[in-house]
């Protein structure tokens, strides 16, 4: 099997970086890449959804958003007393382990795709579910069992990703496929190709977070590959025992666990508690799981799937 | 050309991205008339090493905010952001005195 060109932009991406070159993509560039593939996603999982009953989603829906929420609470003591992080500083990195990496998802999904194993069409919706719960316990983890407050809970509800996911996945599901045909050339046909220029750039930013690490210790990133390691895992075994879902189904629902927020969780938590320390979260979830989830954890959970 | 012009503060904050939406509703509940936001990138240098804030990704983002307006205004604007976000976020201010000509929009 010829190596995934996703894998190999972004590797191009991070050893730019280290070189010190001088490949930058414009911001505006960048979001509008993530943008698209925000929407693509959302699209695409709304276009399979109107094909089948609700009710079929409604227990992984479910079981997704209970999944989502309680990760922190899992994660949070390990954090505190194993890792050694401040209360709200535990909180913080929770919560981005509990919310959910789109970007993860997709390569997953690619990876899939190229090996031919098929998956529930749904699962973008699970993605677009798990995005919230997570930060929404960080931030409870972090005020000491008090509730999140209103300003709180809209930014997070506000935030593009779950705008977009949402939103596309509402719009895929009005339209269905004939609504959908004369957008897939440019939300399906070009999908990977976009990816691979968004993972370039993902490739320079996280080579550009590599000397944060020195500073974040070594317990953190222990943990930043162990969590993805178990809670992956863990994932399939439930997708595919509790929830009934297909081997590739029950691998998105592991790369969905094990996978850590990057874009929402960083600005979320910012606000939410701006007591922690930021770079302690971004640094984790972005220069060791990522990368550890594209490169290992990945073909690991399909090779596990694949045993299920 | 004999040109009238008219003395003014012109207040400066570079902060992180997340904080634009907090400034402006700060600036304007101050009494600002207006404001101009641009990304910006930047670093600073301690003792640790150089700390960038490059504006990669969705995560290091920074923002220029600019207030122009009387300086009781801007000094009350700074005085407030100082307090609220100083002490957590990344955030610098500036004042500093500029000439404007058509006084009633500052």
Same mark, same amino acid.
């Given at each position: 099997m010829p190596i995934d060109p996703l894998v190999l932009t972004f590797a191009l991406g991070v050893a730019a970086r280290l070189a010190r070159s001088d490949l930058r993509f414009p911001e505006p560039v960048y979001e509008a890449l993530s943008i698209y593939l925000l929407?693509?996603?959302?699209?695409? !999982? %709304?276009?399979?959804?109107?094909?089948?009953?609700l009710s079929h989603v409604a227990l992984p829906a479910l079981f997704a958003v209970f999944a989502g929420f309680a990760l922190p609470f899992i994660l949070f003591p390990a954090l505190r007393h194993v890792v050694g992080l401040t209360r709200t500083d535990a909180s913080s990195v929770a919560a981005h382990y509990g919310s959910v990496s789109v970007v993860t998802f997709a390569i997953a999904t690619a990876y899939l795709q190229q090996r031919g194993i098929p998956a529930e069409s749904f699962m973008p919706v699970l993605l677009a579910l798990m995005e919230a719960p997570g930060i929404i316990a960080g931030v409870i983890l972090a005020r000491s069992g008090g509730t999140a407050g209103a300003p709180v809970f809209r930014e997070v509800a506000a935030n593009k990703g779950i705008v977009l996911l949402a939103g596309g996945i509402v719009i895929g599901w009005i339209i269905g496929s004939e609504g959908y045909a004369p957008l897939?050339? =440019?939300? %399906?046909?070009? +999908?990977r190709g976009l990816l691979a220029l968004y993972l370039l750039e993902l490739g320079l930013v996280v080579g550009g977070r590599f000397a944060d690490l020195r500073r974040a210790g070594m317990r953190l990133v222990t943990f930043a590959v162990i969590t993805p390691l178990v809670m992956g895992a863990t994932g399939v075994g439930l997708g595919s025992w509790l929830l009934g879902l297909s081997a590739g189904g029950? #691998? =998105? +629902? !592991? #790369?969905?666990?094990?996978? &850590?927020?990057?874009? &929402? &969780?960083? &600005?979320? $938590?910012? $606000?939410a508690v701006p007591e922690a320390n930021p770079a302690l979260?971004?640094?984790?979830?972005?220069?060791?799981? +990522?990368? +550890?989830? #594209?490169?290992?954890?990945?073909?690991?959970? #399909?090779?596990? %799937?694949? $045993?299920? | 050309m004999n040109v009238t012009t008219h003395r003014r503060c012109q207040l400066t904050i570079i902060a992180?991205?997340?904080?634009?939406?907090?400034?402006?509703?700060?600036a304007r509940g101050l009494g600002a008339h207006g404001y101009t936001v641009h990304e910006v990138r930047g670093g600073s240098f301690s003792a640790d090493g150089e700390r960038r804030r490059e504006g990669a990704g969705e995560t290091d983002r920074t923002i220029e905010m600019k207030v122009i307006s009387e300086r009781a205004v801007a000094e009350q604007i700074a005085q407030q952001v100082l307090d609220q976000f100083g002490g957590n976020f990344s955030v610098r201010v500036l004042l500093a005195e500029v000439e404007v000509f058509r006084p009633g929009m500052y």
């Open positions: 929407l693509a996603i959302g699209l695409k !999982g %709304g276009v399979e959804l109107s094909h089948q009953p897939k050339p =440019l939300f %399906g046909d070009l +999908f029950a #691998v =998105l +629902f !592991g #790369v969905l666990l094990a996978s &850590a927020s990057y874009i &929402a &969780a960083p &600005a979320a $938590m910012r $606000m979260g971004i640094s984790a979830a972005l220069a060791v799981t +990522f990368p +550890f989830n #594209v490169f290992i954890n990945i073909p690991l959970l #399909v090779l596990l %799937g694949g $045993m299920l | 992180e991205y997340v904080l634009e939406e907090k400034l402006i509703v700060l």
